[in-house]
């Protein structure tokens, strides 16, 4: 029986091989783990189709193969499905360590042997303080410098470059970001919104007990524009000659991880309010955060936001999130001293957004419409309060 890579994420084309849990020779169950599996979007341990007796094992932890290779082989017989186990095979069976991924990329990126570690966390879980301190604590002593042995490198010696891996997400990333901008022609505009309203209410609501972000106000003003810009929510069929305005909107979230970026959805988000949609997407940070975020929770989206402001950003021309039609970032606020009414000068918090779209399906014009569209909402929070979907 030989177990194949298959597609566990949303069009994967290969993925890294994490960590193996099993040996040659081992007796596994139905649905036993066998490996772990990196992709763009997820790891996941994938299990025995069958029961038997592991074969051989054709791939090594950081292999990174494509989809359809065979990493194990498994011999099915009623012996092993029904034998237990001897004595000498206990004694070599793996352990399973219970880690999260990023603490075991922790772990094997420093040369840790994780089985070593011991964990501190619930029912034994190793944490990443555990893989920390235990690098602390068996640190050894560097080797004498041999003098004698050593050569003098030549004045005209250049230091050798240093290198890091290009494969798994990082990988996946690269691959959609190319597609995106070779297929889409990018436009991007740039303005200012006025945001003190928004964070009044925000902080009278903090008073009440309630927190909201000031993004759920930002996405919720989004929803509603594009229900009324629903040219924006679409997705453009070349090869059928139409435009597919989506009857739903599910708003991607690009999120910076430690393993490169990823595009949580909030699904159906504009029939939910802006307290609800604060929820949503603070769960889904958490989940991207530690890479518990399930296939259907990074596949669907129809418009993505990015929310660059809180690293400090004062502008960019986002990469579209291909297929869709547009995306618009927030950035940096700051306060700043601006005309008001009578030309008096107040002083206000000032965002700086953009706006990136698909120049085949609407022209500037309408794009800017729709952007003061966002911008009104954004400075009239009572609106979006009113919006119980």
Request: with cysteine; aromatic share 4%; glycine share 6%.
């Amino acid at each position: 029986m030989e177990v194949r890579l298959h597609d566990i994420g949303e069009g994967m084309s290969e993925g890294e091989v994490v960590q193996l849990l099993v040996n040659p020779g081992d007796v596994v169950t139905v649905d036993q783990p066998l490996l772990e599996v990196q992709t763009d979007k997820v790891t996941a341990e994938l299990p025995a189709p069958i029961a038997g007796k592991i074969e051989d094992i054709l791939v090594s932890p950081g292999d990174v193969i494509e989809v359809g290779s065979i990493m194990v082989t498994i011999a099915p017989t009623e012996q092993f499905q029904q034998a237990t186990e001897s004595e000498e095979h206990k004694s070599r069976k793996h352990h399973r360590i219970l880690a999260a991924p990023f603490t075991r990329k922790i772990a094997r990126e420093n040369g840790v042997d994780i089985e070593r570690v011991k964990g501190t966390g619930p029912a034994g879980r190793v944490m990443d303080e555990d893989v920390i301190n235990h690098m602390k604590t068996s640190v050894k002593k560097p080797e004498p410098i041999q003098h004698k042995k050593a050569e003098r490198k030549e004045e005209s010696s250049q230091p050798s470059s240093k290198t890091i891996p290009f494969k798994g997400r990082r990988k996946q990333i690269a691959a959609k970001m190319s597609k995106s901008r070779l297929t889409i022609p990018h436009v991007s505009h740039f303005d200012e919104v006025d945001v003190s309203n928004v964070l009044e209410m925000k902080a009278l609501l903090e008073k009440r007990g309630t927190s909201i972000s000031v993004a759920a106000f930002y996405i919720k003003a989004v929803c509603i524009a594009l229900r009324e810009f629903p040219v924006f929510n679409s997705e453009l069929d070349e090869k059928e000659g139409v435009i597919h305005l989506k009857p739903f909107i599910n708003i991607g979230l690009a999120a910076d991880t430690e393993e490169g970026l990823i595009v949580p959805v909030i699904h159906q988000c504009d029939q939910l309010s802006v307290k609800e949609i604060h929820r949503e997407m603070k769960r889904l940070y958490e989940a991207a955060s530690t890479n518990k975020l399930l296939s259907k929770e990074m596949s669907g989206s129809t418009f993505t936001i990015s929310n660059a402001g809180p690293l400090g950003s004062t502008g960019a021309t986002p990469i579209i999130n291909y297929p869709e039609a547009a995306l618009m970032a927030f950035h940096k606020t700051k306060r700043m001293p601006v005309v008001g009414e009578g030309d008096e000068i107040v002083i206000r918090s000032m965002m700086n957004l953009s706006m990136t779209f698909d120049h085949r399906i609407a022209d500037g014009a309408l794009s800017m419409q729709f952007t003061n569209r966002v911008m009104e909402l954004i400075e009239q929070p009572a609106l979006l309060l009113m919006e119980l979907k």
